[in-house]
């Protein structure tokens, strides 16, 4: 009987290993937990810096004021910038279809000339990134290049994004936070609406985010204008 060596003995074919499916149940909750956890950081640090935002008692001269529409009480500090001089011309993003000059003047107490002589407005905008496509094209179209930005407190955060990402480093933005209501960190975890209306926001804001990881082409003079106007030729 002859006794091959050990070079050449032949080789037992190699176990494969197989991954139980334990393994990967394991390891995708791992993973759910771990996103949960970014998740709740992230919104505690987001409501930190909401509440931490104060309306300036004083704000620099700029070109032109863009206020917001949607929530309480935007417009008034807004035209109240425009009248102390901060902008020299006011435009009012996401108006009704059916709101017109007449009916802002008498809702705020403004005199008619004040929106005739220096406000605009943009009929087109239905939600935040449209009032940032809107205010991308008024910004080029009239070659401003610092603008005061009014909303509220906790929407600042994702306006400021959508708006620096489309209008880019064609003009400076300046946030002028409104703040109606104190949304500290505990009141928001207390108060079911306060914490209702800071999360939505907060998703809101992380998928502005995740847009803003895409390359975005700035807006074109002349594109989607039509729906821009001074009160004049507004309804």
Request: aromatic share 6%; with cysteine; net charge positive.
């Amino acid at each position: 009987m002859t006794i091959l060596p050990d070079s050449a003995a032949p080789h037992a074919a190699p176990r494969q290993r197989t991954r139980k499916p334990g393994w990967v149940m394991r390891n995708l909750v791992k993973l759910g937990v771990a996103g949960v956890l970014l998740m709740v950081a992230g919104f505690a640090a987001f409501s930190l810096y909401v509440s931490n935002l104060a309306t300036p008692r004083d704000v620099a001269q700029a070109d032109a004021i863009i206020v917001l529409t949607g929530g309480q009480a935007r417009l008034e500090p807004a035209l109240e910038l425009l009248k102390a001089g901060k902008g020299t011309r006011l435009l009012i993003s996401g108006v009704h279809p059916k709101t017109g000059p007449k009916t802002l003047s008498a809702a705020t107490g403004n005199d008619r000339r004040l929106f005739n002589c220096c406000v605009d407005f943009d009929y087109a905008a239905l939600d935040t990134t449209g009032n940032a496509e809107q205010s991308a094209i008024w910004v080029e179209n009239h070659n401003y290049r610092s603008v005061i930005l009014v909303t509220n407190n906790y929407h600042m955060p994702r306006t400021m994004l959508e708006m620096g990402r489309l209008i880019g480093d064609e003009a400076e933005l300046r946030p002028y936070p409104v703040v109606n209501t104190k949304l500290d960190l505990g009141r928001v975890i207390s108060e079911p609406e306060a914490f209702r209306v800071m999360f939505t926001e907060y998703a809101k804001y992380v998928a502005a985010l995740a847009r803003s990881a895409w390359p975005t082409d700035h807006a074109t003079p002349g594109t989607a204008t039509a729906m821009i106007g001074t009160a004049d030729k507004a309804r």
